[in-house]
C-alpha cells in the first residue's frame, strides 16, 4: 500500500491505531451488533454497541482487514464513544466527504467534527482505499438505523 505518501505524522498514527486498535474485540449483552464486508479488499468487520440514554455507551469491533480498515475502525470508536445517533451520523457524513475528497463546508469542518479520525484525510489519495476507510463508520451507522434487530447482519454492500 501506498502509505508512504502519506505525510509522516499520519502515517504514524494511522500504523499506531492499527497495531494497537482501540475498543477492539467483543462485548458481551451488546444492544446491536452487525458484520460488513468490504468484498475488494477482503476487510471483514464485526461491530458491537450498547446504547444508555441515548447514546454509545460502548463499542467493540473485531474482524480482520488492511492497515486502513483496522486503524479506521480504531480511530471511529474512539470518537464515537458517548454521542448520540444524530452526531453519529453528522460524523459519518463527514467521514465520507472527507475520503471521497470533497471540499470541507467551512474551515476545520473535517477536524471539528471527526476529531483524530480527520488524519484519515489523505485516503482520498488512493481510491482503491476508500471503502476500507468507510467500512466501520458505514457499520456503525447501519446499526444505529436498524430496528432494535438482534441478529447479525451482512449485507455485503460496502
Ligand atoms: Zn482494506
Known amino acids: 500500500m501506498a502509505l508512504s505518501r502519506l505525510d509522516n505524522l499520519y502515517r504514524q498514527m494511522i500504523l499506531e491505531h492499527a497495531d494497537h486498535p482501540h475498543h477492539h474485540g467483543t462485548l458481551e449483552g451488546s444492544d446491536r451488533q452487525l458484520e460488513l464486508r468490504n468484498p475488494t479488499c477482503g476487510d471483514v468487520l464485526i461491530l458491537q454497541l450498547r446504547m444508555k440514554d441515548g447514546r454509545i455507551s460502548d463499542i467493540a469491533f473485531s474482524g480482520e482487514g488492511c492497515t ?20 453519529v451520523e453528522k460524523m459519518v457524513m463527514a467521514f465520507s466527504d472527507m475520503v471521497t475528497g470533497k471540499e470541507e463546508p467551512e474551515e476545520d469542518y473535517y477536524d471539528d ?14 481510491p482503491a482505499r476508500i471503502k476500507c476507510a468507510t467500512l466501520a463508520w458505514k457499520a456503525v451507522y447501519q446499526a444505529l438505523h436498524e430496528e432494535d434487530e438482534e441478529e447479525s447482519n451482512d449485507r455485503g454492500n460496502a
Open 68 to 87: 486502513i480498515s483496522q486503524a479506521s475502525a480504531s480511530m471511529m470508536t474512539d470518537e464515537v464513544i458517548s454521542r448520540t445517533p444524530e452526531e
Open 113 to 126: 467534527v471527526l476529531g483524530d479520525a480527520s488524519v484519515l484525510e489523505g485516503v482520498a489519495q488512493f
